[in-house]
């Protein structure tokens, strides 16, 4: 129940002003109503099938619902936000249409470091810490935060050192082994072992795949063995067996290291060439998977 009329002055913004105390103002809003011609509306529809975020597919279904007459508490309620955050997008769907649907960037409070720490993270993160004096095999956040520190002056923390290597498109994973020096050394042994990964890889199959889908990498298609077509066509009549010494080898672990992302981007291991090793002899059906091992 509203007081006396004499102490009220309601303005046709919905403020109400109490010269009782102080002229302080309360808001009542005025109820938010939305309504979409036909072509906003399947515009608005298209872009909840096609978002790329739950947070934009969520704004498309705020406003579809505005559109069917609920209020906002009851699109607060379904879409599980509170009511302000309704309001926001709805005002702003308002303002700047199905644009204004999408997430906004949120860049958060710039990490401060300088041009030459920048410069100096770039150079180093592709060489082995071994090489700047680091004692350590790979590079950890904190082994690059402290040695920036020392070559440039300036400290930061391991969180801006994660960011910025993130922002230059490098990414934490493991390594994978490298056997570039024995195709060097090896001639023909590229060759060898396209046609056993071919092999293999359409024994898997009950009809041999097309030659294109067996290369590994589209760039070792001039290394193809000349009589890969001719072995292909007599696997449906053949036993694939794995047939070599078993050799048992204790490899140094792999710790994941900073890589630029993708496949492409990942770092290569030298595989060790003087571990301890015991021998055996051992037959494998690739198709079945059984295993005979011969000490």
């Known amino acids: 129940m509203l007081p006396d009329k004499s102490l009220i002055k309601v303005l046709r913004s919905g403020i109400v002003l109490r010269p009782d105390t102080g002229w302080e103002h309360l808001l009542m809003r005025r109820p938010l109503r939305l309504r979409l011609d036909q072509g906003t509306r399947e515009a608005v529809a298209a872009q909840y099938e096609q978002a790329r975020s739950a947070v934009e597919r969520t704004n498309c279904h705020m406003v579809l619902l505005a559109d069917e007459g609920r209020s906002l508490t009851e699109i607060a309620w379904l879409v599980r936000r509170g009511r302000e955050q309704v309001r926001t997008v709805l005002h702003r769907f308002q303002s700047e249409g199905v644009p204004g649907l999408a997430p906004r960037q949120r860049t958060g409070r710039p990490l401060g470091v300088t041009p030459t720490w920048l410069a100096e993270l770039q150079r180093v993160i592709e060489l082995d810490p ?47 082994w490298s056997l570039k ?25 009950p009809e041999p ?87």
């Open 209 to 295: 795949p097309p030659m294109d889908d067996l290369m590994p990498d589209p760039l070792l298609r001039d290394e193809l063995p000349e009589d890969l077509p001719w072995l292909l066509r007599l696997l449906p009549r053949a036993d694939v067996y794995l047939q070599d010494e078993v050799e048992v080898a204790l490899h140094p672990t792999l710790t994941r290291v900073w890589c630029r992302k993708g496949r492409r981007g990942q770092r290569l291991v030298e595989a060790p060439g003087n571990n301890a090793k015991e021998y055996g002899f051992g037959l494998v059906d690739w198709r079945d998977g059984s295993a005979t091992r011969f000490a």
């Open 130 to 176: 071994h090489t700047v004096g680091v004692d350590s095999a790979v590079w950890t956040t904190r082994l690059l935060a402290t040695y920036l520190e020392r070559v440039t002056g300036h400290r930061t923390g391991i969180e801006a050192v994660r960011m910025h290597l993130h922002r230059l498109g490098y990414v934490c994973k493991r390594p994978t």
């Open 181 to 205: 020096r024995k195709s060097t050394e090896q001639a023909g042994w590229v060759k060898n072992r396209l046609r056993v990964e071919a092999l293999l890889a359409a024994a898997a199959s």
